[in-house]
């Protein structure tokens, strides 16, 4: 943070009553920017505490999920704690909930309820599949996103079976929308004079991402097969065994480095080629394109391919583990890991702030915290 520069949202109070991952973490977008980010959970704690890997019982995802965050125990079911999140509400600028359509107007605490309360409230929802439509009441979660957003019927070798991807990335992409909205709806109330309500379903959310398939099967007909690591775009793209056993990327979205690519390898007469000169062209010569940079890269190392590759201007990446990304010095350069102390277990280590603000970058104040932990300071007043 700019030294004398307030964070950007710090007059924003949220309330997170969700659960699990996509909702929260745009409520942890948020906070890491100065939102205040009240975490309203069941006395039996958000399932997430559950989930992942933990260390001396100390739950690791849910300390990454729920950082910046003030965690308060409610029942909501509760006639007497219903009035007392009410109140909590009553000068906050944002909610955020996933649970399913209909579960907040059994409780007694619908949109039109909150909004009679404080009708400057923007209200994000994150479901599966949206407040509507045929699917609105089925449980919705990040695998049936990727499911049915054709991610899973793209990904996968030709002749093998779909694959799911191995980390939440549906319930991820669903939490950068959902915050967008939150901040689009904040900023629409200055000229609505009032808040709204705010419709994230992370199939659409996942669907979106998906690039203009939709749009290339109505006009052409043409449906996405799976082809592994390469691409129906473009080619060379792939990964590729070095002689010391690593692993490269190489990608060539553009004619330009396809051309360095193949003058590297020592076939430039290849440039010459009709097919050559588009990327599709060089798509249905995917085959003998993988040959020919696949054996060169296979006879030297990893750091020899990179440092060649590099010297050609051609683009190129270390296939990582995870301690890669620990050791590597760009990455050190950029803090895009960072330590934060955490009552529990001393420190953790963790993925920092994804994008920077030159003037007010976020910052990684605290982990997620104990069960219930501001309970008592927040229902007694003692939030800003």
């Known amino acids: 943070m700019s030294e004398g520069s307030p964070p950007p949202l710090v007059d924003v109070k949220v ?15 948020l906070a890491d920017f100065g939102a205040e980010v009240i975490k309203i959970e069941h006395p039996s704690g958000d399932p997430l505490r559950g989930y992942g890997h933990h260390c001396d019982d100390v739950p ?57 309360v404080n009708p400057q409230l923007v209200i ?40 799911l991807p191995a980390i939440p990335l549906a319930d991820a992409l669903a939490g950068m929308q959902a915050a967008c909205a939150t901040l689009i709806a904040l900023h629409a109330r200055r000229s609505l004079g009032r808040g709204q309500v705010a419709d994230v379903a992370i199939t659409e959310s996942m669907i979106a991402a ?5 749009t290339a099967y109505e006009k052409l ?45 020592g076939r430039p007469e290849l440039t010459d080629e009709p097919w050559f000169a588009s990327g599709r062209g060089r798509v249905l010569h995917r085959e003998m394109l993988d040959d020919v940079v696949g054996q ?12 060649a590759f590099e010297a ?50 976020g910052r990684i104040r605290w982990t997620g915290p104990r069960l219930g932990e501001h309970t008592d300071d927040v229902l007694n007043g003692g939030h800003r």
């Open 296 to 307: 060169w890269i296979g006879r030297i190392s990893r750091d020899e391919v990179i440092t």
């Open 312 to 361: 050609a201007g051609a683009a190129v990446a270390p296939i990582y583990e995870v301690d890669d990304i620990l050791r590597d010095p760009h990455f050190q350069a950029r803090r895009t890991t960072v330590r934060v102390p955490d009552s529990e277990l001393g420190s953790i280590c963790m993925p920092n702030v994804a994008f920077r603000l030159s003037a007010t970058p």
């Open 210 to 214: 998906m690039g203009a398939q939709v």
């Open 60 to 116: 690791l995802l849910w300390k990454v999920v729920n950082r910046n965050k003030k965690s308060v125990v409610l029942d909501l079911k509760d006639p007497e704690n219903r009035e007392k999140f009410l109140g909590l509400i009553a000068d906050a600028d944002v909610l955020i909930e996933n649970f399913r359509p209909g579960t907040l107007e059994r409780w007694g605490i619908a949109p039109d309820v909150m909004h009679r």
């Open 221 to 265: 007909g043409l449906k996405p097969q799976r082809v592994g690591n390469g691409s129906d775009n473009t080619a060379p793209r792939n990964v590729y065994r070095c002689a010391d056993g690593r692993w490269v990327a190489v990608s060539a979205p553009a004619l330009s480095v396809a051309e360095r690519i193949v003058r590297l390898v």
């Open 124 to 163: 994000t929802r994150v479901t599966g599949f949206g407040q509507d439509g045929p699917y609105a009441g089925r449980p919705g979660f990040g695998t049936l996103a990727e499911a049915m957003s054709g991610l899973a019927a793209i990904s996968g070798d030709r002749d093998g079976p779909p694959l």
């Open 15 to 29: 309330i997170d009553i969700a659960t699990l991952l996509a909702a929260p973490f745009a409520a942890a977008m």
